[in-house]
Nanobody
């Protein structure tokens, strides 16, 4: 059984940083992509950043480019999201997802991911 566990969320002031972690267990397959999404209050879950596992190619939402960095530790089956210069608009529940199979286009929609973690809350106050 695949399990994704996120950690690292918290409450910070604008301009501060946080690092989120997501550790996967039970993966008996090589995932195609992993990603971070977020859901702000009253909004739909949206893509934040992702990686194509084999190539290591990363992709970011325009709203976080230059501020967030996606990284991984393959040996630990863990991905990270380093978030700097946080803004109140970054307040959301952050989720990590895993997609098993390859896709024609870069997977940026919720329905393209097969497994999800439970989420970790990030709150940024001004």
């Amino acid at each position: 059984q695949v399990q994704l566990v996120e950690s690292g969320g918290g409450s910070v002031q604008a301009g501060e940083s946080l690092r989120l972690s997501c550790t996967a267990s039970g993966l008996t397959f090589s995932s195609y992509a992993r990603a971070w999404f977020r859901r702000a209050p009253g909004k739909e879950r949206e893509f934040v950043a992702g990686i194509l596992w084999n190539s290591g190619a990363t992709n970011y939402a325009d709203s976080v480019k230059g501020r967030f960095t996606f990284s991984r530790d393959s040996a630990k089956n863990t991905v990270y999201l380093q978030m700097t210069s946080l803004k109140p608009d970054d307040t959301a529940v952050y989720y990590c997802g895993v997609r098993r199979s390859s896709s024609f286009k870069y997977p940026k929609s919720v329905d393209m991911y097969d497994y999800w973690g439970q989420g970790t809350q990030v709150t940024v106050s001004s």
